[in-house]
């Protein structure tokens, strides 16, 4: 194959799906831009919020109590709390072996208790001081207290570190025992604690400073000999075989991210009230079961309202007010030392995420699914051309969330926006290019033609391409002298209203209407467009034609007109399909023998019938109903052909015509005739004599000497005393009669006076009978 032949190859297979291959790229590009600005961080974040919302609420950690210094503790004790009564409260806590206290208090200065100032009126005596700090004149509260610090090596304090100017410093004796850790949580753009420091380091060459929550489990894990290490790669945390990730510059959602330290996501076990909790007061006044801190972490921290140590967190909802949502600072750090015991301890999942080119993947099949959706369904109803893409969304987020429970947080919203932008955009790309198709094809005749010339490169170059296709010909019988005997006006009345339910018919099952010639109608299945059950539709379309006929028939008596009947072939073969014409009008249409044989098969046809030949009955997969089969030879043809004439079709279809029936009565006395054979279009100049021996609605038996064969048209003349009207009708030989010389005929076409004529004679003998 040549260079020339191979991108040639390669464009035709290309052309169909250009918008997409287009669009697709330029989206991924543009969302890809828009999130590396930070444009989508805080809608991504919001929509991992909701994730943490729907996830099953997880049972409390029994390893965690949290003591917390409500409201009704401040006005009963004061704020903030006395170094004696905090002294009192760890003595109390401690005394029950928890294995780790964490103290979120900032105690770097003293703070007296009423006992203090009796303190500070004694004589200054020396021997009468109890301590190494009263005797360097500090207040007893505050001795009790670092004498409470000094005696409890798992007291854990806090600092403020990256506050700059507003950095707190820790207890000054706490300090001294190395038992202080930061409390920094980094809030996130929109104020919501997502993220925990495991460890700070506020300056490059600075101290390390552990976070709160990573130094009591530390404490904790300590007691069962486990202590966290390096990952082999030297880079990540790692305690037994639980790895800690850390959030990068840019990981999910985050753009430049460069917090100091090494911070991870907080995996929340729910809500507010996730742990054990009790009151200052409940501890001091006896009122709490010990046990709740015996081996235990315990927490210790203000959860007053009016302390404004409280955070907004993923379970935050605006909706709740902005102070009732938030969640106390004290249980923000349960979550975390929770969250690496859980990790360690039990195989919980941490929150990862995932590489930045496999985001970049993510984005690119959001656009590809949108684009791909939106070019398949483009021509479809609205409702086809939205739900795949409402089932895309929802399916993405059902995979996001799925990924979430399995402890990975990819992308949902960049892919989402992706989808529906480049949906957005190949709609817009359609509704232009529709705008232009029907300017410039307005020559074509149907949407579907239109639609394929856009898929096509060479859609507008002259020429055709050879296919296999269903052909349907109709065509109403005796209209011609109807239309001779009426005004124009009316017979444009009459098209209108037959072509109009035809045409319906036609396009609900997915038919290219070719052409409308006079009365006639050419109909293509399988062009522009193929589908595998081409035949199947030309049936059943053919049965929903037939049927139509009653409805127009209906109409025709509501105007006086007479009723029409119409006949209808179809045939299945190779024929050539393209443009034809010039490059100044130009028709889309179909070209070949098996289009001209199609027509010969129609007009075998009576009204009311529909014939198909053998070849198209044969690529039939659902079943059919036929009345009768024949073997004809139409000019043109060197072998005779089976043609079957069809009554019904099953399958999904589910379609059959009404039987008619040939109640025929006896002519007392026969009628004499002449006729003449009907060859093509040309009248024979030979006519025969015969006579009229039986007649119904629409058929009779003629006697003639003369020989005929079947499907022959006829034209023939009364030959009557008592009828002064019109006497020539048309009519076709069905069939040979049992009696020699017989033949039953089909009416084809009646003026009204032979029509009168006939229906005053078979009512008649219709009584008598």
């Given at each position: 194959?040549?260079?020339?032949?191979?991108?040639?190859?390669?464009?035709?297979k290309l052309w169909p799906w250009r918008a997409v291959i287009t669009s697709v790229p330029s989206l991924t590009i543009l969302i890809l831009l828009i999130r590396s600005l930070g444009g989508l961080q805080g809608f991504e974040l919001r929509m991992l919020d909701y994730f943490f919302r729907w996830r099953p609420l997880e049972a409390r950690d029994q390893r965690i109590t949290i003591v917390g210094i409500s409201e009704p503790d401040l006005q009963k004790y004061g704020y903030p709390i006395n170094d004696d009564i905090l002294a009192t409260l760890l003595e109390t806590v401690a005394a029950e072996e928890p294995r780790a206290i964490g103290l979120d208090i900032y105690r770097d200065l003293p703070v007296p208790s009423p006992n203090d100032q009796r303190f500070q009126d004694r004589p200054n005596n020396p021997d009468q001081l109890n301590s190494q700090e009263e005797q360097a004149g500090i207040a007893p509260s505050y001795a009790r207290l670092s004498d409470v610090f000094r005696k409890n090596s798992n007291i854990i304090g806090i600092t403020k570190v990256t506050g700059g100017t507003e950095s707190v410093a820790p207890s000054p004796v706490l300090a001294e025992l190395?038992?202080?850790?930061?409390?920094?949580?980094?809030?996130?753009?929109?104020?919501?604690q997502r993220r925990a420091f495991l460890y700070l380091k506020p300056e490059e060459d600075g101290e390390t400073y552990f976070g709160l929550g990573f130094k009591l489990a530390m404490l904790y894990l300590d007691r069962s000999g486990i202590v966290p290490r390096m990952s082999d790669n030297n880079k990540w945390v790692q305690i037994e075989e639980t790895i800690f990730y850390p959030i990068e510059k840019n990981s999910g959602s985050y753009v430049n991210n460069d917090s100091g330290g090494y911070p991870i996501l907080i995996n929340y076990r729910g809500p507010s009230g996730s742990f054990d909790q009790v009151t200052l007061d409940e501890v001091l006044t006896g009122q709490v079961d010990r046990s709740l801190f015996r081996d235990r972490v315990v927490l210790i921290g203000s959860t007053a309202e009016s302390v404004k140590d409280a955070f907004s967190t993923p379970f935050t909802s605006l909706s709740q007010g902005t102070d009732k949502a938030r969640v106390p600072g004290v249980e923000i750090h349960a979550h975390i030392t929770s969250q690496i015991l859980s990790a360690t301890l039990d195989g919980r999942k941490n929150i990862r995420t995932i590489p930045d080119f496999v985001e970049a993947l993510i984005i690119l099949g959001g656009a590809s699914i949108g684009g791909i959706l939106s070019w398949y369904w483009r021509y479809s109803t609205p409702f086809w051309r939205i739900m795949p893409h409402i089932l895309g969304v929802v399916?993405?987020?059902?995979v996001a969330y799925g990924c979430f429970l399995a402890g990975w947080w990819i992308p949902i919203v960049p892919p989402v926006i992706a989808q529906l932008g480049t949906a957005i955009a190949i709609t817009a790309y359609v509704a232009r290019s529709a705008a232009d198709i029907r300017?410039?094809?307005?020559?074509?005749?149907?949407?579907?033609?239109?639609?394929?010339?856009?898929?096509?490169?060479?859609?507008?170059?002259?020429?055709?391409?050879?296919?296999?296709?269903?052909?349907?010909?109709?065509?109403?019988?005796?209209?011609?002298?109807?239309?001779?005997?009426?005004?124009p006006e009316q017979v444009i009345g009459i098209l209108n209203i037959y072509l109009e339910a035809m045409a319906t018919a036609i396009v609900s099952h997915q038919g290219t209407i070719d052409e409308f010639m006079g009365d006639g109608i050419l109909v293509l299945f399988g062009a522009p467009t193929q589908r595998k059950d081409d035949p199947e539709r030309a049936v059943a379309c053919a049965i929903a034609m037939q049927k139509a006929m009653i409805g127009v028939n209906q109409q025709m008596a509501d105007r006086n007109l007479p009723s029409l009947e119409m006949g209808i072939g179809i045939h299945t073969g190779e024929v050539v399909v393209g443009n034809i014409g010039s490059t100044q009008r130009t028709k889309y249409g179909v070209v070949g023998s098996q289009v001209n044989l199609t027509y010969r098969i129609e007009g075998y046809t009576v009204g009311g019938q529909i014939l198909i030949t053998d070849v198209t009955k044969n690529e039939?997969?659902?079943?059919?109903?036929?009345?009768?089969?024949?073997?004809?030879?139409?000019?043109?043809?060197?072998?005779?052909?089976?043609?079957?004439?069809?009554t019904g079709i099953g399958g999904q279809y589910n379609l059959r015509l009404e039987s008619e029936r040939e109640d025929l009565y006896a002519i007392d006395p026969p009628i004499d005739l002449d006729f003449a054979e009907i060859k093509g279009k040309d009248i024979s100049p030979d006519r025969y004599a015969g006579k009229l021996i039986c007649l119904s609605e629409k058929y009779v038996d003629l006697v003639t000497e003369r020989s005929l064969s079947t499907l022959t048209n006829l034209q023939c003349h009364l030959r009557v005393n008592d009828h002064d009207g019109d006497t020539e009708f048309y009519a076709k030989v069905m069939k040979a009669g049992t009696e020699p010389n017989t033949f039953r005929l089909r009416l084809t076409s009646l003026p009204i006076d032979v029509r009168t004529y006939f229906s005053t004679l078979y009512d008649a003998n219709a009584d008598d009978a």
């Open positions: 194959m040549s260079d020339r032949s191979a991108l040639k190859t390669l464009k035709q190395g038992q202080t850790s930061a409390n920094d949580i980094p809030p996130d753009i929109d104020d919501r399916a993405s987020g059902g300017q410039t094809f307005s020559r074509y005749l149907t949407d579907e033609v239109v639609e394929t010339l856009l898929e096509t490169p060479d859609g507008l170059n002259m020429g055709g391409e050879r296919r296999r296709i269903t052909i349907l010909t109709s065509d109403l019988r005796g209209f011609t002298g109807i239309s001779e005997r009426l005004p039939l997969t659902i079943p059919i109903e036929t009345d009768g089969k024949q073997q004809v030879s139409p000019k043109g043809v060197i072998e005779p052909i089976l043609i079957h004439s069809v």
